[in-house]
């Protein structure tokens, strides 16, 4: 534990995508790491949140991870798991931009600290800042809904956090809950060895055609509009819809996505719905999503009456001084680059005593230009 309180402009937290393009677009700004800023992560490597995704994922099968600004990714093999690929190109990209991640260093708490300056509590002592780039995703808030008699469930339950591959369910019966992506690529695989059932709250989505800016920019604008009025951010899957591929096409033909509605209670032995329906299940994944990590942001009392912390662009409205990025309308590869650099500039703004840029308050993101980043 370091005694030393260590003074910066500016400390971001979180290394993952969002965390990395505000380290770039800091040290463009010149800012230097450790004086100027500090990314700090409780992660033990360089990766974010994907150095956790499950080995079945690979670079392949995710939807598209754009790179960074400022570095090609390269050639990336196709059936290499993302969480290595992904953890590799961060690697090289802290090393090549000298960004110098803290980790791991678990940020406890931010509170207000002395002459305006933020406090940020860690286990390996205190950083103050000026300002605070926040960036911690989603991963370490897996979503878990409650159901009558879940304690009591005999067989397996876990997360999607916490599933690794599909053979440690050969001839199991898994019912799989949840109506996003994870959940409808998981009963993919696991349907090759196992028994499923899929149960969702609503009827599921599927949406064909190509998706396309367009659809992007409507997706991000609808999300934008909840964050703004400080309610919680949305799925992105709750506004597009799922993507029909061919490779799901397959699987609705073979009878792997006919769901069924959420069951009403779980048994010792499986789950059961107030009609009299039940079903015997040996394990219940919950593909039930993840919430934004902030509670160590709690100190400030930045949530709204909605639940959400209003944004506008990336800047928290109660507080100019804090910036969410990778947050609601920026929560994507692509959205997290972006949403570095308009922290970056909004936060030089603030430090040189110029008025916030008039351009990003008045426009949404998902109605400005969509720029190059590099
Ligand atoms: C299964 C899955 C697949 C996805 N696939 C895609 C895809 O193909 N394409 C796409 O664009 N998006 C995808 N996404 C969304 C995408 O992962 C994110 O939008 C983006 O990568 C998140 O980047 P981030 O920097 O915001 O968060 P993260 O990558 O989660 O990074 C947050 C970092 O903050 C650190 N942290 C958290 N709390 C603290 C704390 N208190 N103190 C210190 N450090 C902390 C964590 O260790 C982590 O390193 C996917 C998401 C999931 C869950």
């Given at each position: 534990m370091n005694d030393a309180v260590r003074e910066v402009e500016v400390a971001v937290v979180g290394a993952g995508q969002a965390g990395l393009s505000a380290g770039y677009f800091l040290r463009r700004a010149g800012l230097a790491p450790d004086s100027g800023f500090a990314l700090l992560d409780h992660s033990p490597g360089p990766g974010g949140a994907w150095q956790y995704r499950w080995p079945s994922l690979t670079y392949g099968k995710a939807h598209r991870v754009h790179e960074l600004p400022g570095m090609p990714l390269g050639d990336a093999d196709p059936d290499r798991p993302s969480a290595e690929v992904v953890a590799d190109y961060f690697a090289r990209y802290e090393r090549e931009f000298d960004l110098r991640v803290h980790r791991p260093?678990?940020?406890?708490a931010v509170r207000e600290g002395d002459g305006g300056r933020l406090r940020v509590e860690t286990g390996a002592g205190v950083w103050s800042a000026r300002a605070l780039i926040n960036?911690?995703?989603?991963?370490d808030r897996p979503f878990l809904p409650y159901y009558p008699?879940?304690?009591?469930?005999?067989g397996r339950q876990l997360h999607t956090a916490g599933y690794r591959g599909a053979a440690e369910f050969s001839g199991r019966h898994v019912i799989v809950v949840g109506g996003g992506t994870s959940a409808v690529q998981l009963l993919m695989e696991l349907a090759e060895v196992a028994r499923t059932t899929w149960v969702t709250r609503r009827p599921p989505v599927f949406r064909s055609g190509p998706f396309n800016e367009e659809w992007g920019r409507e997706a991000v604008a609808t999300v934008e509009r909840r964050v703004r009025q400080g309610l919680p951010p949305q799925s992105v899957v709750s506004v597009t819809g799922l993507a029909a591929t061919e490779a799901v096409q397959r699987a609705e033909a073979r009878g792997i996505l006919r769901r069924q509605d959420m069951f009403d209670r779980i048994t010792p032995h499986g789950v059961a719905w107030n009609d009299g329906r039940t079903l015997d299940a040996d394990v219940i994944l919950w593909a039930t999503g993840f919430r934004a990590a902030l509670d160590h942001l709690a100190p400030l009392r930045l949530r709204e009456p909605g639940g959400g912390i209003a944004v506008d662009g990336t800047r928290v409205l109660k507080d100019p001084r804090i910036h969410l990025v990778g947050y609601g309308p920026s929560a994507s590869t692509i959205g997290a680059n972006r949403a570095g650099r308009t922290a970056v500039r909004d936060i030089r703004a603030l430090l040189s005593g110029a008025p916030a840029d008039p351009a990003h308050s008045a426009t949404p993101v998902s109605e400005r230009p969509l720029e190059r980043v590099r």
């Open positions: 260093v678990d940020v406890a960036a911690t995703g989603t991963w008699g879940q304690e009591t469930f005999l």
